[in-house]
């Protein structure tokens, strides 16, 4: 009788958690639906490819192709639909170390913004290109104005 109980709560429990994915949340004023802010993922990435090229002295262009993997199952019924595709916008540290001639390890830290999804129902993405690059610029000059915040606070210690 008490297994029947624990596994009845274990039960609700999960269908909570897949139905409150697709409920409208808010934060800072604005709605959005999803995982809830303070939530988090782990994900394996396959061997995938990095291409780099050298533009200049310090600045490389780079692509990066991999399959992701949920560490995981998710939870049944939660998510987005398959199909669905999103831009993201990564700004990160890479930081790299050389222990062998053909070798690098490498970590990377960071941020990801969500400048917009499409829904595999949908023809369109959520927002357009040119808001897309508008929401980007204000990604930028908000990370500058922290770095100077920073600067100043570090000039004065």
Known sequence: MQQETIERKQNVTKKDISKT????????????????????????????EWKEKKITP??????YDVTKRRAGHVP???????????????LAHQNVKKPDANNYT??????????GQKRDEKDKWSTTDNA???????ILQ??????????IGAAKN
């Open 58 to 63: 310090d600045k490389w262009k780079f692509t």
């Open 106 to 115: 490498t970590s990377m830290t960071g941020l990801k913004y969500k400048l």
């Open 142 to 151: 908000e990370l500058i104005a922290q770095l100077k915040n920073e600067m």
């Open 76 to 90: 049944e019924g939660s998510g987005v639909p398959v199909g669905t595709e999103y831009h993201w916008y990564i």
């Open 21 to 48: 994915y697709n409920e409208f949340k808010e934060f800072e004023g604005k709605q959005y639906t999803g995982m809830k802010v303070g939530r988090s993922h782990k994900w394996y990435y396959d061997k995938g």
């Open 132 to 138: 897309q690059r508008v929401r980007l610029i204000q």
